[in-house]
């Protein structure tokens, strides 16, 4: 059940972004019911821990391959249970958690110590919804946007925040609340992702047909001399890879203007064949320092770490200012190449497969370059025959694009309603004191889950200590 009541009295606030809060609620400064915690330590023997955009503050070793050796962590800021540590460079894009773990954090983060017994979970939610986000936002002070991790929120401005907090019972039945809503949300984001995914497979397999045998079913195979592509129409060619493509063409430099502007595209922006969130635009001088390949119109890019995700993407726009990773490779066509037919090609079972099988690493498999460069790969010599398999392909996969497009539009239409949401709620804009919890409304940690993006878990180690 979704509580739509509003509260019978409620009292103004000085704040554009909460107009208003139910009168018996608190407005308290932040500094009264908070107090900051500096507490460094000595040896860095604790566990690092990283900040993720949707799953809060985790091990760092979970989510990252790189190690960072103890005497490298000293002077870390110690953070102990329902502690909140907050992102000051990212106050404004919900990088504010209630911490479950003991361990250490960047020295640059806050770590917040409870004064008084409320619910840490509440706050939690508080401090990421989009209100106190916007306050958030206008309060710090720098260079640059907001969201282009130039503006900082001093703790001084964060300590003199009025802040609506409502009674201890209240505040427990808002978390209650609102996991129970999650755990409804977490169900049906699962259910799009599972339709994407089927969706999806249907369309490799219209994809590795074609870019294995062709459309003529009459024109006699051969043998590739391929042991794991089989056989090929007999007029196709079998060349390595790098015959085929150009890698890696171009590069930004080192002495790049600081104040170049780019579209980013990294591994948590890539599925199979498309992107899956909008692309952060950021400056030179902010990026890091894997915001290498320059992209163009006609390359395909794929994952050469973590392979295990299939994170490939045929460049299909004007690109002027798109700049990979370097932890993909970049494929420019060479002459007699159709495009698209390429990215294609880069996307089939049969190729993919066997990047991921010649993978080196377990928890993060990587492949060289080089290795990358020489598989043979098996095409048509004519670029007209490439471009009619490009038509089939998309002809065909037209209405699973579709319906894949759409399971996506709605996911994203999900998560504005949680949003949305838990800002009424946490505001008291919704009353939810009422409300009793049915048999659905019990949830597992492992189906929540399904709140965090796709690419969450994924999102590639870049420059210091990994913080996102």
């Known amino acids: 059940m979704v509580a739509t ?8 606030v000085r704040s554009r972004w909460v107009p208003q809060v139910p009168e018996h609620w608190s407005l308290l400064r932040a500094k009264n019911f908070l107090r900051e915690i500096d507490d460094r330590t000595k040896t860095g ?36 249970p ?12 919900a990088m504010f958690f209630r911490n479950q773990l003991s361990g250490l954090v960047s020295p640059d983060y806050a770590v917040f110590r409870l004064l008084r017994d409320d619910n840490p979970e509440y706050l939690g939610h508080l401090f990421r919804s989009w209100p106190m986000r916007g306050l958030f936002r206008s309060e710090s002070k720098g260079l640059g946007t907001g969201t282009s991790g130039f503006l900082r929120l001093y703790s001084d401005r964060f300590a003199g925040l009025e802040i609506p907090v ?43 047909h074609a870019v294995t045998r062709g459309l003529d079913a009459s024109v006699a195979l051969k043998p590739s001399g391929i042991e794991w592509l089989g056989e090929i129409p ?15 063409a171009s590069a930004l430099g080192e002495k790049t203007d600081p104040d170049f502007e780019f579209r980013y595209v990294d591994i948590g922006s890539v599925k199979t064949g498309r992107l899956v969130k909008e692309l952060e635009r950021i400056r ?23 392979t295990y995700l299939k994170a490939i993407w045929y460049v299909n726009e004007d690109a002027h200012d798109l700049i990979a990773s ?63 398999i490009v038509s089939h392909i998309k002809s065909e996969g037209a209405p699973l694009d579709a319906a894949i497009e759409q399971a996506m539009n709605e996911i ?27 048999p659905d409304d019990v949830v597992a940690d492992e189906e929540l889950a399904a709140l965090g993006d796709d690419q969450e878990d994924v999102a590639e180690e870049e420059d210091g200590n990994g913080e996102d």
């Open 234 to 248: 007999g007029h196709w060619v079998v060349k390595p890879l790098k015959r085929w493509v150009c890698l890696n």
């Open 284 to 306: 030179f001088e902010s990026a890091p320092s894997r915001a290498r390949r320059i992209l163009k119109r006609g390359d395909t890019i794929i994952s050469t770490v973590r």
């Open 166 to 208: 409502p009674p201890r019972p209240e505040q427990d039945q808002i978390v209650a609340y609102l996991r129970a809503q999650d755990a409804h949300i977490a169900r049906l984001i699962k259910a799009k992702r599972d339709l994407i995914a089927l969706l999806t497979e249907q369309k490799l397999r219209i994809i590795d």
């Open 82 to 93: 329902d502690e909140l540590v907050l992102n000051r460079m990212q106050a404004g894009n």
């Open 326 to 388: 370097t932890g993909f490779a970049a494929l420019t066509p060479g002459s007699g190449v159709e495009p698209e037919y390429l990215g294609y090609v880069i996307q089939s079972s049969a190729f993919v497969d066997r990047v991921t099988a010649n993978s080196i690493g377990i928890a993060y498999p990587a492949i060289a370059e080089t290795v990358l460069g020489r598989f043979p790969v098996a095409m048509p010599s004519a670029i007209v025959e490439q471009q009619d």
């Open 5 to 12: 009541s509003s509260y019978p009295n409620y009292q103004p």
């Open 412 to 438: 994203k239409l999900i998560r504005e309603y949680r949003d949305r949401l838990i800002a009424d709620v946490v505001t008291g804009q919704v009353d939810v004191r009422g409300w009793q919890p049915g």
């Open 45 to 80: 023997e604790e566990m690092l821990l990283s900040m993720r955009q949707h799953r809060g503050l985790v091990p760092h070793n979970d989510v990252s391959v790189k190690r960072i050796a103890p005497e490298n962590l000293i002077g870390y800021k110690k953070a102990q």
